[in-house]
């Protein structure tokens, strides 16, 4: 799926494309899958690493305070589970539909279905078998959760065949991806979603995405045109200003949200919402550093790899929590 796409400037050494060898006429062929490597291909293409995201659907319960119980905590659960399955499902028909692209791209190569790793026709049935078992997941979560999972996969679908060819509207369906997240995991929960929740979410989102674009052109340098048409669109200074507006719009909705519950907790609240700003800023500024730096062209590798960045989140987790859970 196009919104989970990872690119980077940094080639393998020759030996380190085992799978693939050039062709007569220049392109990448692949060669025959190794002996017990058809397994651990099938687990590659399904990104794994990629689940990570999915965690956002633990934001609206954790906000609203009703996470821990365990009915709704099953149900999150599941929701997590159905995305997962659903997104690994369209990675494999996506990279079984964009194999040839794939094969002339200096780092999608190594993927296992574009090296010949995992056949495409098993790329396919596997896709379609993950899909259907995620949408029956969905539907075990509620119908409503089910819609959304839908609308998730037919935007994504959108998005590869047609969406992604036209600039800024690729980033905002990029960014929506990550505020469906947030929303399943509220329909789930069934807790109501407040406005400034939504702000924060939709313009973080825009927030990363910009800085994934940023990193990805510089890691595509003046390649990345005839690699992807819509990030030779974007100048450093365009990028720069959405990913400035889009984190200063989510700084302040969130420090306009904390403020908001004072007037509705008792004293014992210690403040503890407005307190949260402090490790939530500091973890916007950090993540921004590491955008400028030309890092963030993969998020979960950036959150997964930057030690600083997980304390300044475990820090806010930890504050933030205890506002919800102990404030009242």
């Excluded at 050039?22 to 794994?48: E, I």
């Excluded at 674009?213 to 390649?223: K, N, P, T």
């Excluded at 400035?244 to 989510?250: E, I, K, N, R, S």
């Amino acid at each position: 799926m196009a919104d989970f796409e990872v690119t980077s400037a940094v080639r393998a050494p020759a030996s380190s494309v085992e799978t693939a060898s050039p062709g007569a006429s220049g392109t990448t062929t692949p060669s025959p899958p190794r002996a017990g490597g058809l397994a651990q291909g099938l687990l590659r293409a399904a990104r794994p690493k990629q689940w990570f995201k999915n965690v956002l659907v633990l934001a609206a319960p954790g906000a609203a305070g009703v996470l821990l119980v365990p009915a709704v905590l099953a149900e999150v659960a599941l929701a997590f589970v159905a995305l997962c399955m659903v997104a690994s499902g369209t990675y494999f028909l996506n990279d079984a539909s964009d194999v040839e692209a794939d094969r002339a791209h200096p780092t999608k190569r190594r993927r296992p279905i574009a090296a010949g790793v995992v056949p495409v026709r098993l790329a396919v049935a596997t896709g379609v078998g993950l899909m259907v078992a995620g949408f029956a997941t969905a539907y075990a979560v509620g119908l409503t959760f089910l819609l959304i999972t839908v609308v998730y996969v037919v935007l994504s679908s959108a998005y590869t065949l047609w969406l992604k060819h036209i600039e800024v509207v690729d980033i905002a369906v990029i960014a929506s991806f990550f505020v469906i997240r947030a929303v399943a995991g509220g329909v789930a929960a069934d807790v109501m979603i407040s406005r400034w929740f939504l702000i924060v979410a939709t313009f973080g989102s825009l927030f990363v995405v910009a800085g994934k674009r940023y990193g990805e052109s510089l890691d595509l340098g003046e390649a990345r045109g005839s690699i992807r048409a819509t990030l030779a669109l974007y100048s450093p200074d365009y990028l720069r200003f959405v990913w400035t507006t889009a984190a200063g719009v989510t700084l302040t909705a969130y420090c306009l949200w904390a403020f908001e519950q004072a007037p509705a907790r008792a004293s014992s609240a210690l403040y503890l919402y407005e307190l949260s700003i402090v490790p939530f800023g500091i973890f916007i500024l950090r993540y921004a550093l590491l955008v400028e730096a030309g890092r963030a062209s993969a998020p979960e590798d950036v959150i997964l790899g930057d030690r600083t960045l997980q304390v300044i989140g475990l820090a806010w987790i930890a504050v933030f929590g205890a506002g919800v859970y102990l404030g009242g």
